[in-house]
C-alpha cells in the first residue's frame, strides 16, 4: 500500500520487481564473486576473516567463532523453549543458503534469532558446567 512505485501500474511493475531480483542473481557483480553456497555460514562464524574493521584496535578478542559454536549448541533449547526463535532462524538461514546472492548484510535478516540461539547455548553451558561441579563437590 505504501509502495507508491506500483501505484501507476501495479501488475506490470510488480513483474518488473520481481524479474529485477530474478535477473540479479545472474548479474556481473554476483557471479564474480562467486560466493559458496555455504557463505552466509561463514559470515555468521568469520566474519573479519573477509572484511578488516577500522581501526584494527575495533575488537581486540575476536568471539564470533564462539558466538557461532553457542548458536550451534543452543538450537536445541532454542527449539523447545523459543520456537518462533528457532523457525525464524532455519526458515532464514534455509533461504539464505539456496538464494544465489550472497552479500553480508542479508545475514542480518537472521542476526536476531541467531543471537537468542546463542544465548540459549550460554544457558546450557552453564547448566552442565553448575551440575559437573555439584557433583564433584565442588558446589553444592
Known amino acids: 500500500v505504501f509502495f507508491f512505485f506500483l501505484w501507476p501500474h501495479p501488475f506490470s511493475r510488480l513483474l518488473e520487481s520481481i524479474s529485477f531480483h530474478l535477473n540479479y542473481v545472474q548479474s556481473v557483480g554476483v557471479l564474480a564473486?562467486?560466493?559458496p553456497?555455504?557463505?552466509?555460514l561463514r559470515w555468521l562464524s568469520v566474519p573479519f576473516q573477509y572484511f578488516d574493521p577500522r581501526?584494527?584496535?575495533?575488537?581486540l578478542i575476536k568471539m564470533d567463532w564462539a558466538i557461532f559454536g553457542f548458536a550451534v549448541i543452543g538450537l536445541y533449547r532454542t527449539f523447545r523453549t523459543q520456537k518462533i526463535f528457532f523457525l525464524w532462524l532455519m526458515i532464514g538461514i534455509g533461504t539464505l543458503l539456496i538464494w544465489d546472492t550472497k552479500w553480508q548484510q542479508y545475514v542480518l535478516i537472521v542476526m536476531v534469532p541467531?543471537?537468542?540461539s546463542a544465548a540459549e547455548g550460554v544457558k546450557l553451558v552453564i547448566e552442565i558446567g553448575?551440575?559437573?561441579?555439584?557433583?564433584?563437590g565442588w558446589m553444592k
Not at 37 to 40: G, N
Not at 55 to 59: L, M
Open 55 to 59: 581501526p584494527e584496535t575495533a575488537f
Open 114 to 116: 541467531f543471537c537468542v
Open 33 to 35: 564473486h562467486n560466493y
Open 37 to 40: 553456497f555455504y557463505q552466509p
Open 130 to 136: 553448575k551440575k559437573a561441579m555439584v557433583k564433584r
